[in-house]
């Protein structure tokens, strides 16, 4: 072969290698578009009145004012934090505790209990909703906090209890052995050594259960019931149906309930991404 | 630990499977017996329901396949990689009840759908799709495949990673062209990967798009995307028919626990 058709097949090579390259961007570029169009929208049109939005033109406050006259905004978004902050303890007591028991201890019927964790996980809530509910409205716990934080924290706890479970698993056994040589009992080396390297677990499940908790519907709008005690998740879904058709109020609202999960999201994406690939293992 | 999944989530189970034979309007309950799940199945709307969810199925295949093409993409690593998954995996972040407000918007007769039609001259179609059963169906559909597009991808991500890159060179050294590499080998050791993304995503669509329906159509048209969810919802709380909700919750509760067991058999074997 001469060097100048050597030359020639190189650099076509070089320019199809070019050209895929190119039409990965695009198709990746496609998709981002795709992906970030709704957000685009929310925040363009959130900063409209109703007619600037007809007009597609000019931006102002009004539609915000409109959405704190409708709902109880701060109200709602103290309500939330309410409910994930409780929640999430709920969850953290029971899944670290349980997770170091079954994991480390390994007591008695230590088998037998994993596999019931493990298989309430298979519960679907709706299966159970309709006597959750008229259990809970018996105790009369329904419109109050703690109805709905026992709820969530049932709802978060077995995969929660999992995840801490096959995390301490996984943890050298020596670490242990050597506490015990050093006099600890086993409820000091939970406190202080256990607890203390279980922080990347305990913070994927502080994430994922704030994510859930946060963006959930169905457990607010059936366990509290008036506005005052709503989560913004739900106060936005039941929001007045003579509001459906304002949609600048409305993205104003959805701007509103979606920013604290998405700033979360944007802090601790690692974690979450970790707890999300957890089922499959290793 | 036990007492709260004892008691929230163990016993109000076992109330579901004993109701789900009697009628109950949530303060007394009459024994019927089997028959209520002959009553349910033979009605044309539960039937309807059933439907629905299995249609709703049908898109799971395309719910898998773009993001692990997208994955794959990725995968070339090309500059800017991690923010790319970034931006695609936001969505995750973000309720259904959002997301659902803004389909809305998309899919509405004066929507951005219809003014994309407009603006290249296809105006005259009109879908118009949340006002007719089938294609409100397909909206949700399609709005479910968008939201599980960035959860999928990273769990293809995440299976691409435990790839050696060896193997690749080995195969590159041996001739093997792209698409043959991908058909070959990275998709044959994605295989777990791809079973676990098929499980969870079938469980999303039964028993996660309440809100998203809830937002979207209220499971209208008529019943037209009524899923077994949303009908159990419907049954209880809309018309206090809580032994029907609760004989629903049954075949939910059923059919979840089957995709389950399918999936520690998945585990299982791969162990």
Known sequence: ?282 | MLALIGGLLLYPIGQTFYYSFTTWDGITSQWIGPSTYTTLFRSPEFVRVLENNAMIVLAIPVAILIPLAVALLINSHLHGWRLFRSVYFLPTAVSWVVIGFVAVRFFANDGILQNLLNSIGLGFLHPDMLAHERSALLAVMITFVWSMFGTNLIIFLAGLATIDQDIYDAAKMDGAGALSVIFRITIPLLKRFIQFTFVITLITAFTALFSLIFVMTGGGPGFGTTTLEFFIYQNGFAQSYFGLGATAGVVLFVIVFAISMVQLRLLRTDD
């Open chain 1, 1 to 282: 072969m001469s060097s100048l058709a050597a030359d020639r097949s190189h650099t076509i090579r070089r320019w199809r290698r070019r050209l895929t390259r190119g039409l990965i961007y695009l198709a990746l570029l496609v998709t981002t578009v795709v992906m970030l169009y709704p957000f685009w929208y929310m925040a363009d049109n959130a900063f409209r009145s109703l007619e600037q939005y007809q007009l597609q033109s000019g931006f102002s406050l009004a539609s915000w004012r409109e959405l704190f006259n409708t709902l109880p905004v701060g109200r709602q978004l103290v309500n939330s934090t309410i409910l994930v902050t409780g929640s999430i303890a709920l969850i953290l007591v029971a899944s670290t505790t349980a997770g170091y028991a079954l994991g480390v201890l390994r007591y008695r019927f230590s088998s037998l209990v994993f596999l019931l964790v493990i298989s309430s996980m298979m519960v679907p809530m709706q299966s159970i909703i309709i006597p959750e509910y008229v259990n809970l409205a018996q105790l009369g716990f329904v419109n109050h906090f703690y109805g709905a934080i026992l709820v969530y924290a049932a709802l978060g706890a077995p995969f929660s209890t999992f995840l801490m479970t096959a995390y301490f698993r996984r943890l050298p056994e020596d670490v242990i052995e050597a506490a015990l040589m050093d006099g600890l009992g086993f409820g000091r080396i939970f406190l202080q050594i256990m607890l203390p390297l279980a922080v990347p677990a305990i913070v994927t499940i502080v994430v994922l259960q704030f994510i859930q908790i946060w963006d959930d519907l169905l457990v607010g709008l059936l366990f509290l019931q008036t506005p005052d005690v709503r989560p913004i998740t739900v106060g936005l879904a039941t929001i007045p149906s003579q509001h459906l058709l304002n949609v600048p109020v409305l993205m104003a609202g959805s701007l509103v309930s979606a920013a604290p999960a998405i700033i979360v999201y944007l802090i601790f994406q690692r974690y979450l991404i970790a707890g999300l690939t957890t089922g499959v293992g290793k």
